[in-house]
């Protein structure tokens, strides 16, 4: 098993310029997640969805939107990036809903948006 | 603000060492998570607390929840530079999913 891989690992936008980010997870999980790590702000939630067709926004989901049509794969994307976007992306995925249960985490991706 | 506050935000120790760091919010759990971050890795869970007041251990890490469910700590005894890494809480005090800010542990052999 793969778990939970990421692509692309390393990107770099000039502002106003789009992209993905493809998340594939190879467990059958329900639930996938989309964060943003920054700095000494830990961990933000940009959206989840709860099952394939479903999406719900978390903490921070402006800039961003998403897409999960199939089971196995969650999509995040930037329409029109901004340099406040710099950051790196996980993807998460997990058997049930979050708070008791476990997060599987993807390596990362590390945007960079001039 | 940030709803759930880790302090210290750093800390650098000598192999030995014992050490405690704490997650603090105003805001009640249901429960609390705990995961260490490697450079250029994802986080991998170490733990889950969920009554108020309980104590885990995990070979030479100890969480404890709060009795009231606000807050939570870890202690490591003897820190080995195997150690290091970001450790972060997270919990989910409504119908959101938050991480704390993350300390940062560097154990110097």
Redesign the interface.
């Known amino acids: 098993n793969a778990g939970?891989t990421q692509t692309p690992k390393f990107r770099v936008l000039k502002t106003g310029q789009s992209m993905t980010l493809l998340c594939a997870q190879d467990m059958n999980h329900e639930y996938m997640?989309w964060?943003r790590q920054d700095p000494?702000?830990?961990?933000?939630?940009i959206h989840y969805s709860v099952g394939e067709g479903t999406t719900a926004k978390?903490?921070v989901p402006d800039g961003y939107n998403v897409s999960r049509l199939k089971k196995q794969n969650f999509l995040l994307g930037l329409e029109s990036a901004a340099p406040s976007q710099t950051s790196v992306y996980?993807c998460?995925s997990s058997y049930l809903g979050?708070?008791?249960n476990?997060?599987y985490?993807?390596?990362?991706t590390r945007l960079t948006v001039l | 603000t940030q709803l759930l506050e880790q302090s210290p935000q750093f800390l650098s120790i000598q192999e030995g060492e014992n050490l405690t760091v704490y997650c603090n919010s105003s805001s009640v759990f249901s429960s609390l998570q705990w995961y260490r971050q490697e450079p250029g890795e994802g986080p991998v869970l170490l733990v889950t607390v969920v009554t108020g007041g309980e104590v885990k251990k995990l070979k030479r890490l100890t969480f404890q929840f709060g009795d009231a469910r606000k807050d939570s700590s870890l202690h490591i005894t003897a820190a080995q530079p195997g150690d290091t890494g970001l450790y972060l809480c997270a919990g989910e005090p409504g119908n959101q999913f938050y991480f704390g800010t993350g300390t940062s542990l560097t154990v110097i052999p």
């Open positions: 939970v997640y964060y000494g702000m830990g961990l933000r939630l978390g903490e996980f998460a979050l708070a008791r476990t997060q985490f993807g390596p990362g």
